[in-house]
Antibody
Framework: EVQLLDSGGSLVQPGGSLRLSCEAS????????MNWVRQAPGKGLEWVSG????????YYADSVKGRFTISRDNSRNTLYLQMNSLRVEDTAVYYC?????????????WGQGSLVTVSS | DIQMTQSPSSLSASVGDRVTITCRAS??????LAWYQQTPGKVPKLLIY???TLQSGVPSRFSGSGSGTDFTLTISSLQPEDVATYYC?????????FGQGTKVEIK
């Protein structure tokens, strides 16, 4: 059974940093691209970042480019999102999500979400 | 970046009605399009990928069509459990943009 366990969300001040983690199980982690998708309170889905199965290729939304870094440790079956220079508008539930393919594809499994609140 | 525009933003229909949601890409994306369902308080669920391929376990009343810039999601006979917000997402080229969502309610 595929499982994605998000963790790391918390309250942080504007300008602060936070690292989210997503521990995967039930599939060959290195064979699939992974993503972070966020949802601000009462709003729609926003794709944030993606990484290929090998970790070589990374992609970012313009809204987070230069502030967020996606990475993965295939030996630990874990996906990360390092978030720096956080802004109030980064407040959202952050989901990790598995792609159907090595590079891209529909997102077929999602974590339960991790709440990040950026506020003073 | 590719922009994805869904319409309508919300709709109300009766149980058993045929419901159609459209998604338009600002440039051609071949068939690199997925549809998701998010019921209130739940995690999004993949319904369709590659524009028209039904994800395993999804009821056959859901179908997708289209290629290039224009796509549709159809629910052939609306059921009470289909109350949700539906999103399209392109994955032709990063960033993999979502549409703004379509909220479906029962009349």
């Amino acid at each position: 059974e595929v499982q994605l366990l998000d963790s790391g969300g918390s309250l942080v001040q504007p300008g602060g940093s936070l690292r989210l983690s997503c521990e995967a199980s039930g599939f060959t982690f290195s064979s699939y691209a992974m993503n972070w998708v966020r949802q601000a309170p009462g709003k729609g889905l926003e794709w944030v970042s993606g990484i290929s199965g090998s970790g070589v290729n990374t992609y970012y939304a313009d809204s987070v480019k230069g502030r967020f870094t996606i990475s993965r440790d295939n030996s630990r079956n874990t996906l990360y999102l390092q978030m720096n220079s956080l802004r109030v508008e980064d407040t959202a539930v952050y989901y990790c999500a598995k792609s159907r393919g090595l590079i891209k594809g529909g997102l077929d499994y999602w974590g339960q979400g991790s709440l990040v609140t950026v506020s003073s | 970046d590719i922009q994805m525009t869904q319409s309508p933003s919300s709709l109300s229909a009766s149980v058993g009605d045929r419901v159609t949601i459209t998604c338009r890409a600002s440039q051609g994306i071949s068939n690199f399009l997925a549809w998701y369902q998010q019921t209130p308080g739940k995690v999004p669920k993949l319904l369709i990928y590659a524009a028209s391929t039904l994800q395993s376990g999804v009821p056959s009343r859901f179908s997708g069509s289209g290629s290039g810039t224009d796509f549709t999601l159809t629910i052939s006979s609306l059921q009470p459990e289909d109350v949700a917000t539906y999103y399209c997402q392109e994955y032709n080229s990063p960033p993999w943009t979502f549409g703004q969502g379509t909220k479906v309610e029962i009349k």
